[in-house]
C-alpha cells in the first residue's frame, strides 16, 4: 500500500500564492506518476496536473502557466506550487499516485485525504 499525505492548503486571497505537498509513504517502489487532483464543490474530481519519475509534466489548461508541479523522489514527495489563484481554484486538492498493475496492466491509484483551499475574491 502507498500512503499519500497533502499538506500546505489554505485560505489566500484571488491573485495570490500558495503551495502544496505530498509525502509519499509505504510501498513506493515503483510508482511512476504522481500528480494533484480537485474537486470543488458539487463538480467531479478534475486532473490538475501530473509528474513522472522521469520528471515530464502535464497540466489542465485551466492551470496551465500558472501551477507548477514538481517532485523530489529523494523526498518522495511531489509539490504543487500554485500562483495567481482564482476564485474558481478554490477546491479539496488530492494527490496521487500511480503504479503500473498487476502483471504491467492498467494501473493502481493511490490517493491522499485531500487539503482544502480556498480563494477568496
Known amino acids: 500500500q502507498v500512503q499519500l499525505v497533502e499538506s500546505g492548503g489554505g485560505l489566500v486571497q484571488a491573485g495570490g500564492s500558495l503551495g502544496l505537498s505530498c509525502a509519499a509513504s509505504?510501498?513506493?517502489?515503483?510508482?511512476?506518476?504522481m500528480g494533484w487532483y480537485r474537486q470543488a464543490p458539487g463538480k467531479q474530481r478534475e486532473w490538475v496536473a501530473t509528474?513522472?519519475?522521469?520528471?515530464?509534466?502535464n497540466y489542465a489548461d485551466s492551470v496551465k502557466g500558472r501551477f507548477t508541479i514538481s517532485r523530489d523522489n529523494a523526498k518522495n514527495t511531489v509539490y504543487l506550487q500554485m500562483n495567481s489563484l482564482k476564485s474558481e481554484d478554490t477546491a479539496v486538492y488530492y494527490c496521487n499516485a500511480k503504479k503500473p498493475g498487476a502483471y504491467g496492466l492498467g494501473s493502481v491509484d493511490y490517493w491522499g485525504k485531500g487539503t482544502l483551499v480556498t480563494v477568496s475574491s
Open positions: 509528474i513522472t519519475s522521469g520528471g515530464r509534466t
Open positions: 509505504g510501498s513506493i517502489f515503483s510508482i511512476n506518476v
